[in-house]
């Protein structure tokens, strides 16, 4: 069980960010730490995340009036972005951000610097 589950942990860090990070990857190899990103990850796996077929896009639209941003790493291998498309598509006045230099990993820098700017722009909508 702890073989597989650092197996899956271990690849998720390794490609959670656009250019290799041993920090990462050592983070992920964590015992505990893979352990639980795999029992939590194949429990909404094999629950569908607890979503019916295609739920999240088909009501996007009662986010109408609602602000919020969508931020996505360009190269993130582990959500395409091709969904975080669809759901910019589906959800009017909802601004994309794909940030060029970026994978999955909130870590990098482009990623979290456009998520402070998305909170910060929030912040104005109050």
């Known amino acids: 069980r ?3 589950a650092k197996a899956w ?3 998720e860090g390794s490609t959670a960010t656009l250019t290799p990070n041993s ?3 050592d983070y992920f190899s964590d ?3 893979a352990l639980s990103i795999a029992r939590i990850e194949s429990h909404y796996f094999s ?16 986010l109408k009036g609602i602000p919020g941003y ?13 969904q975080a498309y669809a759901l910019h ?8 951000r794909i940030i060029a ?5 909130v870590s990098e820098q482009g990623t979290t610097r456009a998520l402070v700017e998305c909170t910060n722009a929030m912040l104005e909508c109050l």
């Open 9 to 11: 942990s271990i690849w």
């Open 101 to 105: 230099d970026a994978g999955h990993a």
């Open 70 to 82: 969508i931020v996505h790493g360009r190269y993130d291998v582990i959500c395409p972005l091709d």
């Open 89 to 96: 598509q589906a959800w009017p006045g909802s601004e994309l």
């Open 31 to 33: 015992p505990h730490l």
């Open 47 to 62: 629950h569908n995340s607890f979503f019916e077929p295609n739920q999240l896009l088909a009501n996007a639209h009662k």
């Open 23 to 25: 920090a990462v990857i």
């Open 2 to 4: 702890m073989s597989a």
